[in-house]
């Protein structure tokens, strides 16, 4: 209890370490740690674990937010891609025959690649590895939950991988739109605070084997199996992201991934 007799809950911790308590509750806040001392020791692990972030990722957070994930550019999208459908029917319809087949090539989604999905991974990474207390919409403690929610959204049944053996524990995952619809992203985080992230989202392209990119301070290793594009995400240290994505891709293989 605190000095106006109010309960301190894990929110206001959360947002006493961020700087976002309202000031007529931080006194109180500073007084109920005092003589907290288990509470004290876990508000400052946060903060260690805060800085961490921000010295290794503090330069990504003043980035711009790229294009492709902005609201109305992907809202652009969804409207072109309906009226390209829409055209495309009524030239089927009144043309017909050889004409009608063009206009079939034309309603379909347009193929962006393993290479489009890939960046967008690489900008949901660096958007979000950075956040502290929004990283993800559903908490790593939610895995059934997140697994089942996550592949129904994207009609796949998915893998939620155990980098247990790599110190890296499910920070918990969220929902993305992507260029081939419903995405799926999943974060993880070891002591150090060194987080990597996993982007799933539906192939337009064949199977294929690993393949590496590097962009500044992040890089990541992707592939696609089974109709789904995996894209692993972290920190440039290609040695070590590779460990980490050949034991994701082999749970992956080992996995019952199909269409729900």
Not at 10 to 38: C, F, K, Q
Not at 147 to 164: A, C, E, F, I, M
Request: hydrophobic share 45%.
């Amino acid at each position: 209890m605190t000095a106006d007799h109010s309960p301190v809950t894990e929110d206001e911790l959360h947002a006493y370490v961020d700087g976002e308590l309202p000031a007529d509750r931080i006194d109180a806040v500073t007084a109920w740690l005092s003589t907290n001392p288990d509470a004290a020791a876990l508000v400052t692990a946060w903060r260690a674990q805060a800085d961490a972030i921000r010295a290794r990722y503090g330069a990504t957070a003043q980035e711009p937010v790229p294009q492709r994930l902005k609201v109305d550019r992907l809202l652009q999208r969804r409207r072109s891609w309906t009226a390209l459908a829409a055209a495309a029917s009524v030239a089927a319809f009144l043309v017909g025959g050889a004409a009608g087949w063009f206009a079939h090539g034309a309603t379909a989604a347009p193929s962006n690649g393993i290479a489009t999905l890939t960046m967008e991974a690489l900008d949901a990474h660096k958007l979000y590895v950075v956040e502290v207390r929004h990283a993800v919409e559903v908490s790593g403690n939610e895995k059934p939950h997140i697994t089942t929610w996550l592949s129904k959204r994207l009609g796949y049944r998915l893998l939620v991988p155990d980098l247990q053996d790599f110190g890296l524990k499910l920070v918990g995952g969220r929902l993305l739109p992507g260029a081939t619809g419903a995405a799926a992203f999943y974060m993880y985080e070891n002591a150090a605070g060194e987080r990597f992230t996993m982007y799933c989202a539906k192939a337009t392209t064949p199977a294929s084997a690993l393949h590496y990119k590097g962009e500044g301070n992040v890089a990541a290793f992707y592939w696609v199996d089974k109709d789904v594009a995996y894209v692993v995400s972290g920190p440039a240290d290609r040695a070590k992201l590779e460990k980490i994505t050949r034991a994701i891709y082999d749970q992956v293989e080992k996995a019952d991934v199909r269409k729900l």
